[in-house]
């Protein structure tokens, strides 16, 4: 089956320490994302990378960082520098940058972060 | 920066055809017009795209007036597991290439 995967689905970490979300996708897409969600509210873009070795910073940058060494993973770093950590994470992937033609966005399953 | 505007909020019955409108008055020339449907702590997922006049699958139709300024998503007859949160999104052109903003989406509540 294809598709797109986050995990842990749960994940606590304390104050101050860095914590690493896993995103995989086995689409053969180009495109990756990562989104932010808080309650009640929508998705705020994160970063984004549109090739392999290569990604730009989306609306809410700050204190997160991304790596993107292998097509098929994007991993997001929340660093101690997030001021407010504890939200929804959600990755998602396209063929291409998703807004400029048919490239619909997939989205993974969300990791929900609470740091305590 | 808001791109798109959405009502907050709507109320329906099951059965009704829901009209759901976004604002994009941005918009630019190869901009393509998407709406996602999102169910609580899942991630979205595609409903319909279009570039403009009138699109329509097996779930939904899309409307789009000929300045594109603005679209509708319509949804016949919609039932109890339609209740979720609706978003419109826009193609952006930066200097970095197209990017997409959700919106605060709008959530539909359907009720018997």
């Known amino acids: 089956d294809g598709g797109i995967t986050q995990s842990p689905k749960y994940l606590f970490r304390k104050e101050g320490q860095n914590v690493t979300l896993s995103c995989e996708q086995n689409?053969?897409?180009?495109?990756m994302y990562w989104y932010r969600q808080d309650p009640g509210q929508g998705l705020r873009l994160i970063y984004y990378?549109?090739?392999?070795?290569?990604?730009q910073k989306g609306d809410i940058a700050e204190g997160y960082s991304v790596s993107r060494e292998k097509k098929e993973s994007f991993p997001l770093t929340v660093t101690s520098a997030q001021k407010n950590p504890t939200a929804f994470y959600l990755c998602?992937?396209?063929?291409?940058?998703?807004?400029?033609?048919?490239?619909?966005?997939?989205f993974g399953p969300g990791t929900r972060l609470t740091v305590l | 920066l808001a791109k798109t505007t959405q009502p907050i909020s709507m109320d329906s019955y099951e059965g009704q055809e829901v009209n759901i409108t976004c604002s994009h008055n941005?918009?630019?020339?190869?901009?393509?017009i998407t709406w996602y449907q999102q169910f609580p702590s899942q991630g979205p997922r595609f409903i319909i795209q279009?570039?403009?006049t009138k699109v329509t699958n097996e779930v939904a139709s899309l409307f789009i007036p000929a300045d594109r300024k603005s679209s509708t998503l319509s949804l016949p007859r919609v039932s109890l597991s339609d209740t979720a949160v609706y978003y419109c999104?826009?193609?952006?052109?930066?200097?970095?290439?197209?990017?997409?903003?959700f919106g605060g989406g709008t959530r539909l509540m359907v009720k018997p």
């Open positions: 998602a992937s396209s063929t291409g940058l998703a807004g400029d033609s048919y490239n619909e966005q997939f």
């Open positions: 689409l053969n897409h180009d495109a």
């Open positions: 990378s549109q090739i392999v070795n290569d990604f």
């Open positions: 941005n918009i630019a020339t190869n901009d393509y």
């Open positions: 279009g570039y403009k």
């Open positions: 999104l826009v193609g952006l052109d930066n200097n970095a290439g197209n990017m997409l903003t």
